[in-house]
């Protein structure tokens, strides 16, 4: 969603601080204020690409990638026994993690759903399984009826796009890196889409918080870092 939307008034997955002014952020310090608009710009654009490009797949392609996605994170995070596990509810045709949720409950882990308290403010994550009761979010969204907030072990991250070095291009509302910022203990962030969605950067910016990893239906990407060597 693009902060010039004007959202309805409960909780919504997590997206990035990608698109938001840095007076609302509470960024401080010398700053480019011409890229900043640029790199904007330019973002709002692929998002609103790429969410009509994943729209147009035919809705059985998208399940059978959900699942393969799915596969991936369970490989990657191997054990759940006591973590808790912060998944999303799936919006605008991104992968459905659903069946995953249940998934790991039945592996001895703990699942739980993101929920935004209010703009500007870090999200809360709050404990929920498959069959627990739930209530509408922002944008209609489900979210937990109990509130029963947590620190997730694991944070999966749905992700509009994303490029080689794991940084994230989402839905333009600041909530999640600012809550990574506020969380005591890091958790694990494994950011989950399409490998249709693969850019070749999203010209992050000081803000921007990389994944851990990404997992698509064609496979995990880790981060790399580049070098360049000096002259001499």
């Known amino acids: ?15 990035f601080l990608h698109e938001v002014d840095p007076a609302y952020s509470g960024l401080t310090g010398p700053f480019d204020l011409q890229a900043w608009t640029d790199v ?22 998208r399940a059978l990638h959900g699942h393969a996605i799915a596969a991936g994170v369970l490989a990657e995070i191997g054990d759940l ?43 809360e994550f709050h404990l929920w399984q498959a069959g627990e009761a739930l209530s509408r979010g922002v944008w209609n969204i489900p979210v937990p009826a109990a509130q029963r907030p947590c620190l997730p072990d694991i944070v999966i991250a749905p ?42 950067t999203i010209y992050p910016q000081p803000h921007d918080i990389a994944m851990d990893v990404i997992v698509t239906e064609a496979g995990t990407i880790r981060p790399y870092v580049s070098t360049v060597r000096a002259l001499t």
């Open 1 to 15: 969603m693009d902060d010039d939307e004007k959202p309805a008034t409960f909780a919504s997955p997590a997206c």
């Open 40 to 61: 904007n710009r330019w973002r709002k654009s692929e998002r609103e690409r790429l969410i009509a490009a994943r729209l147009a797949v035919p809705a059985e392609t």
């Open 81 to 123: 026994t006591d973590r808790i596990v912060s998944a999303y509810w799936p919006f605008r045709g991104e992968p459905d993690l659903r069946p995953f949720l249940q998934t790991v409950a039945e592996r001895g882990g703990r699942t739980a759903l993101p929920v935004v308290v209010e703009k500007g403010r870090p999200l």
């Open 159 to 200: 992700v509009v796009g994303y490029d080689p070095t794991c940084y994230r291009l989402g839905y333009g509302g600041g909530f999640f890196d600012r809550t990574l910022a506020a969380m005591p203990k890091k958790p694990r962030v494994i950011g989950v889409g399409y490998s249709a969605a693969r850019l070749a």
